[in-house]
T-cell receptor
Framework: KQEVTQIPAALSVPEGENLVLNCSFTDSAIYNLQWFRQDPGKGLTSLLLIQSSQREQTSGRLNASLDKSSGRSTLYIAASQPGDSATYLCAVIRSDYKLSFGAGTTVTVRA | GAVVSQHPSRVICKSGTSVKIECRSLDFQATTMFWYRQFPKKSLMLMATSNEGSKATYEQGVEKDKFLINHASLTLSTLTVTSAHPEDSSFYIC???????????FGQGTRLTVV
């Protein structure tokens, strides 16, 4: 069974600092890996999707890396802003599109 | 990306009643839809997988008679919480996929409160 772990569970940084969010998974036989953002009481917003053949994906201030062999992915958010405050979820995707989620990292960016 | 619409976004119901949640793929045909449940400060847990025209496959520990899933068309799946109890209060979210995409797309979620 795939286990997905996100460390740290919570993170508080001053505005402008770079964020590093970690995700690890136990089974390297993944299809894709996806990072989501969830605001309190809201649904999921997809941030980045990394296919298993890729090493990283970038979108604006966001960069996500994937190392399948070590079972790790890292989400980098550059120059954080208060609007980046949210919970960030990592999910490992199987070839049948079932997702296994981590418990998330709750980020607070202080103005 | 494709759009998945989930309705309602919030619902409050009395204990013992049933509640239906709809998940629609608006601009693609979803051969498979998934239903997840999220407990407070916890990860999302897969409840069941539904394929159009066939019975849903439930994950271990999920009561299929309590959480009825119907996937009658390629654009609509419904989750009915039957005889709801306060412990069924949770955030439910659906996702939809098809062979045309490399990812599944998520609805906005439904906050269910049973009083």
């Amino acid at each position: 069974k795939q286990e997905v772990t996100q460390i740290p569970a919570a993170l508080s940084v001053p505005e402008g600092e770079n964020l590093v969010l970690n995700c690890s998974f136990t089974d390297s036989a993944i299809y894709n890996l996806q990072w989501f953002r969830q605001d309190p009481g809201k649904g999921l917003t997809s941030l980045l999707l990394i296919q298993s053949s890729q090493r990283e994906q970038t979108s604006g201030r966001l960069n996500a890396s994937l190392d399948k062999s070590s079972g790790r992915s890292t989400l980098y958010i550059a120059a954080s802003q208060p609007g980046d405050s949210a919970t960030y979820l990592c999910a490992v995707i199987r070839s049948d599109y079932k997702l296994s989620f981590g418990a998330g990292t709750t980020v607070t960016v202080r103005a | 990306g494709a759009v998945v619409s989930q309705h309602p976004s919030r619902v409050i119901c009395k204990s013992g009643t049933s509640v239906k949640i709809e998940c629609r793929s608006l601009d693609f045909q979803a051969t498979t839809m998934f239903w997840y449940r999220q407990f407070p400060k916890k990860s999302l847990m897969l409840m069941a997988t539904s394929n159009e025209g066939s019975k849903a496959t439930y994950e271990q520990g999920v009561e299929k008679d309590k959480f009825l899933i119907n996937h009658a068309s390629l654009t609509l799946s419904t989750l009915t919480v039957t005889s709801a109890h306060p412990e069924d209060s949770s955030f439910y979210i659906c996702s939809a996929s098809s062979g045309s995409y490399t990812e599944a797309f998520f609805g906005q979620g439904t906050r269910l409160t049973v009083v």
